[in-house]
């Protein structure tokens, strides 16, 4: 069974870190394009970031840009998401998703549909 778990999410005051994490089941995540959106209240999903299957290469949303950090842990299955400078703006619950087809560069743009989701994890950044 294609399973996507994450894990990692708080309550974080401004300017603070969080590092959430991705644990692929069922299937070799360097396989698979993954990626990270989220979703705040009353908003549209947008995409954070993603990790392409073929090198790794990583690919952020502008507002991710400098500030975030996707990475893959092979031996561990698992993809993770190191966030700096956590604004309050970035309240959001974050989900992980896995493609086999998509590419990295049009998902951050295009912010598509992807084969496999995740639950999602709860960001809260307030003092």
């Known amino acids: 069974q294609v399973q996507l778990v994450e894990s990692g999410g708080g309550l974080v005051q401004p300017g603070g870190s969080l590092r959430l994490s991705c644990a692929a089941s069922g299937f070799t995540a360097d396989y698979y394009a993954i990626g990270w959106f989220r979703q705040a209240p009353g908003k549209e999903r947008e995409a954070v970031a993603c990790?392409?299957?073929?090198?790794?290469?990583?690919f952020y949303a502008g507002f991710a840009t400098g500030r975030f950090t996707i990475s893959r842990d092979n031996t561990r299955n698992t993809v993770y998401l190191q966030m700096n400078s956590l604004e309050p703006e970035d309240t959001a619950v974050y989900y992980c998703?896995?493609?086999?087809?998509?590419?990295?560069?049009?998902?951050?743009?295009?912010?598509?549909?992807?084969?496999?989701w995740g639950q999602g994890t709860q960001v809260t950044v307030s003092s």
């Open positions: 998703a896995a493609d086999p087809r998509r590419m990295c560069a049009i998902v951050v743009v295009t912010n598509p549909v992807m084969a496999t």
């Open positions: 990790i392409s299957r073929s090198d790794g290469s990583a």
